[in-house]
């Protein structure tokens, strides 16, 4: 039996491992077409990586992007796909903005009150596709991408100055939030803060799991992943399903956002970052929905984010640091391809082995009989 | 000879799916291959049109010896294959769809389009070049299949269950069809479990039986009686029960059940699962004013200790009734009450809860997760229940030492519980999903094709299963397509043709001949055969006995 827990671990590493290898020497030979070094830029962008303020920045994206991925693979592990974990969580953290600027509770209060907020923002919003995937089979991929564009143009109304905004210089904000709302980091002396909601991001991925792999209700929206229609034999109410596992997902979304709104804008303005619900897809993906293979693969995709910058400033040569967009897009082809042939192969393999092993059996009691039909 | 198959053996881990298989095609005659579902037709033609290789044997077309490394190899040696799902394009012509991936052949222009008419005036196909796919009706589009096939040189055609969709008359129009083309000197390999339709096309017949081929027949001297006799077979072990175990307590009572066709709810998808009254499936709301009747007021009772089986052709109405009673699709009208209570209006969850157990007839769809472990699977349809978990948590550690026992007991033949289902051969499957089923003490159990592929040795096993558990007072309902486990397992007979349950027949005194004419001859009209042996006439209604 330990055989196949260690086959079931070559087999969850090596899909990410050949998906990266892949996309390292895809992206080599963007380089080379392009008449650059195809090394240089890796050894730079490690270099940078030793710096500890780069860390920090890391570390801090890391936690962000780790919350949209969670978001986004709760749908993906029961076949939704939730493309809205940008719309949801860019409106959770103006809302969140704007309620703590207007409330002041004790810090101990106010914190888990904007986490609520947040959250039931995300989750609201996410329902919206929930709602018409069970009442009218509306797609949820069509419903979460048209959703994003009405969050959009909504936080820019609800932003506008005669509403909730507050402008400021050439920004325009939803006016600064209560310090009892500011969640407090860790600070690293020169090299920065890192967010104290970095704790409660680790916290949401040990839930995650916990949910998924120790409760009926994991066990259920697992099932109707695997094969909806044995979930269903298996008296799971896929309606009742599909609206839970929507709403949770835009709830984790609506967190996505809060480690910057709390930790370091405390506000919500125009340059607030935008497409972490995107890059929280490709991390989703890279991370085959596993809560520990999404941290590195959050930790990966911030590394390449914060990393990257710093090639265009590198000298003799500068390098685009859109090598790294780049690269991301590979990996996710590379990811998807490579995941679906180790999944067929690892299979496969599997299938072979256990008939192997039973045809030994076999031999040795010769009573067995051919099965016959399949 | 145009085609020959000899010895053909092909192997799954822990399988076989087709072992020493004979069959020899004519050039110019219609053979058709006859066989229940799952007895290994498809796994056959899928190696002589070179989409698997078999282990052993060997294949000959025209006299020459051949092996076909791909589908592409098959169609240059002159095999052609129509799908039962047809592969086209909607938006595309005919012509446009006809010349997809044969470019080269004659261009995808007037040459082409003289050809595609040409064929079809030759063969009588009647297919307009210039169509769309999208708006031809089934039997067109399975015309255009076929001049695919042909346009691209075929000489010997292999047609996959092609009357499944069509209506009476359509069916009348293809066999015309296949006429013309063994006029003009081509091979039909025709696939199928029509009786009636194989002896009137057909010019030869092999029966193929659990994976191999059981006899040949030509149609002027056998009837659809010795045909069903050959493909059910009687030799195996005859599953009689002992003893009358049935009391008088009513476990089942169904009356007046009406279920309504509702597009793809009908097709049991996920969609149609939800509370009583919510009839719509995700898809939206099929409206049941117009629909048929895929269950018509069926009306029995199975008391404690009773088994009833259902005896009838594929896709009379048996997969709905199961659905109905698991709680996969709703009554339009009609109730069902289990020990009394009505259960009409519970969902599935409640229904298994409460000691419905199900051994679905589609294991893969409806009873397995397939790259889950083992001892996932045995929580699968019990996730509430013990010693699946405790509350809200599972119990990992309870399912495991379970399922190790349930591998022990029921002789699931595995290395271990954490392989993935999908590795297991389909007789350990189904071994697997009995016993999860019968872990649970069902006071009713909906068996469905319980020993459908699985061997000779676990049948007994699952046999003596039921049986067991039927002395111990469950009610059973039964539906097999295995005649003679039907008969000997049962303790009442219905028939069921067309959603309704026209016959019943004691199982003590009916033959396996008889039941099977009942129900070709119920499919055909002729009921006067069932008066033979034993049954109420059709008119008077199924009464609860």
């Not at chain 1, 303005?269 to 809560?291: H, Y």
């Not at chain 1, 040569?317 to 042939?341: F, N, P, T």
């Not at chain 2, 597009?263 to 049941?288: D, F, I, T, Y």
């Not at chain 2, 699946?388 to 007991?409: C, H, M, Y």
């Amino acid at each position: 039996m330990k055989k196949f827990d260690k086959e079931r671990v070559l087999l969850a590493v090596a899909g990410p491992v050949i998906a990266l290898v892949a996309a390292v020497v895809l992206t080599s030979f963007v380089l080379i077409a392009s008449g650059k070094s195809p090394i240089e830029p890796y050894t730079l962008m490690f270099e940078q990586a030793g710096f500890a303020d780069v860390q920090v920045l890391i570390i801090n994206q890391a936690g962000v992007y780790y919350l949209a991925a969670l978001a986004v693979a709760v749908g993906f592990r029961m076949n939704l796909f939730n493309i809205g974990v940008d719309g949801q969580y860019r409106l959770a953290a103006m809302m969140t903005a704007v309620v703590g600027a207007h409330v002041s509770l004790p810090a101990a209060l106010q914190i888990p009150f904007l986490m609520l907020v947040a959250v039931l923002t995300g989750a609201f919003w996410a329902g919206i596709a929930g709602v018409l995937k069970v009442t009218r089979g509306v797609s949820e991929v069509v419903a979460t991408i048209m959703l994003n564009a009405i969050a959009t143009s909504l936080i820019g109304y609800l932003t506008l100055t005669e509403v909730w905004g507050k402008p400021l210089g050439n920004n325009q904000t939803t006016g600064v939030m209560k310090e009892s709302g500011w969640f407090p980091g860790f600070d690293m002396g020169d090299a920065g803060e890192i967010y104290g909601f970095t704790v409660i991001a680790v916290l949401a991925g040990v839930l995650y799991w916990l949910v998924l792999n120790r409760t009926r209700f994991g066990f259920d929206l697992r099932a109707t992943g695997a094969s909806e229609t044995a979930a269903a034999a298996s008296g799971v109410d896929a309606k009742r399903m599909v609206l839970t596992a929507m709403l949770i997902s835009g709830g984790v979304a609506g967190l996505a956002g809060l480690p910057i709104l709390l930790g370091d804008a405390h506000t919500y303005s125009l340059s607030f970052p935008t497409g972490l619900g995107f890059t929280g897809i490709t991390i989703a993906l890279l991370g085959r929905n596993n809560p520990v293979g999404i941290a590195f693969a959050a930790l990966l995709v911030a590394f390449l984010d914060k990393a990257s910058p710093a090639l265009d400033y590198a000298t003799p040569v500068a390098y685009d640091k859109e090598i790294a967009v780049i690269m991301q897009g590979l990996i996710v082809i590379a990811v998807v391809v490579s995941y679906e042939a180790v999944r067929v192969w690892g299979l496969r393999r599997q299938q072979r082995r256990v008939g192997a092993e039973l045809a030994a059996a076999a031999a040795n009691d010769n009573s067995k009989k051919e099965v016959a039909a399949r | 000879m145009s085609v020959e198959l000899a010895g053909i053996t092909k192997r799954f881990p822990g399988v076989v799916a087709n072992h020493d298989i004979h069959l020899s095609v004519r050039k110019g005659t219609v053979h058709a291959l006859v066989g229940e579902n799952g007895a290994g037709k498809s796994t056959l033609m899928k190696i002589l049109y070179g989409m698997q290789k078999p282990d052993e044997g060997t294949i000959a077309v025209d006299g020459e010896q051949v092996a076909f490394a791909s589908p592409a190899d098959a169609i240059t040696r002159g095999i052609g294959m129509v799908h039962q799902h047809f592969m086209l394009a909607d938006y595309l012509t005919v012509l446009e769809n006809v010349v997809l991936g044969s470019e080269k052949l004659h261009g995808i222009g007037a040459a082409a389009r003289r050809r595609i008419v040409e064929i079809s005036e030759r063969y009588g196909l009647g297919v307009r070049p210039d169509a769309l796919v999208e708006d031809l009706g089934v039997a067109d589009r399975q015309r255009v299949e076929i001049l695919k096939v042909l346009y691209r040189g075929a000489r010997i055609l292999i047609l996959d269950e092609p009357t499944a969709v069509l209506v009476p008359q359509e069916v009348d129009a293809l066999f015309d069809n296949l006429r013309e083309l063994k006029a003009e000197g081509l091979s039909v390999i025709f696939i199928s479990h029509k009786l009636g339709e194989v002896l009137s096309v057909a010019d030869e017949i092999t029966v193929i039986r659990r994976g191999t081929t059981v006899g040949t027949a030509v149609p002027a001297e056998t009837t659809s009686r010795q045909l069903a006799e050959m493909m059910v077979g009687s030799e195996l072990p005859t599953p009689e029960t002992a003893e009358s175990t049935v009391t008088d307590k009513p476990v089942i009572q169904v009356e007046g059940l009406t279920v309504y066709a509702g597009g793809g709810a009908s097709l049991g998808e996920s969609g149609s699962v939800g509370e009583a009254p919510a009839a719509g499936s995700l898809a939206g709301a099929a409206s049941a004013g117009d629909a048929k009747r895929v269950l018509d007021d069926v009306t029995f009772t199975i008391h404690a200790g009773e088994v009833m089986g259902i005896a009838g052709v594929e896709g009379n109405g048996q997969t709905e009734l199961v659905d109905a009673l698991i709680g996969l699709k709703n009554a339009d009208s009609g109730t069902v009450r289990f020990l009394g209570e009505e259960i009409t209006s519970w969902p599935t969850r409640r229904r298994r809860e409460q000691g419905v157990g199900y051994i679905p007839e589609d294991r893969h769809r409806h009873g397995l997760l397939l790259e889950a472990p083992l001892w996932e699977n045995r929580i699968l349809g019990h996730v509430t229940e013990k010693p699946n978990s405790k509350g809200f948590w599972l119990d990992p550690k309870g399912a495991q030492a379970d399922t190790r026992r349930i591998v022990e007991e029921y002789d699931v033949r595995t290395p271990g519980i954490d392989v993935t289902a999908a590795s297991l051969s389909g007789g350990n499957q189904q071994k697997l999903i009995v016993g999860r089923e019968m872990s649970h003490k069902p006071r009713f159990l909906i068996a469905a094709h319980p020993t459908r592929g699985v061997d000779v040795g676990a049948q007994a096993a699952i046999w003596d299963q039921i049986r067991e558990a039927r002395r111990e007072g469950l009610a059973v309902l039964l539906i097999s397509a295995d005649l003679d486990e039907l008969i000997g397992l049962s303790d009442t007979l219905r028939v069921i043709y067309d959603g309704r349950l026209v016959a019943d027949a004691d199982p003590a005194a009916i033959t396996p001949e008889e039941l099977g004419s009942a129900m070709t001859g119920a499919a055909s009209g002729h009921l006067e055969h069932v008066e033979r042996a034993e049954r109420a006439e059709e008119a008077p209604e199924d009464e609860a006995r």
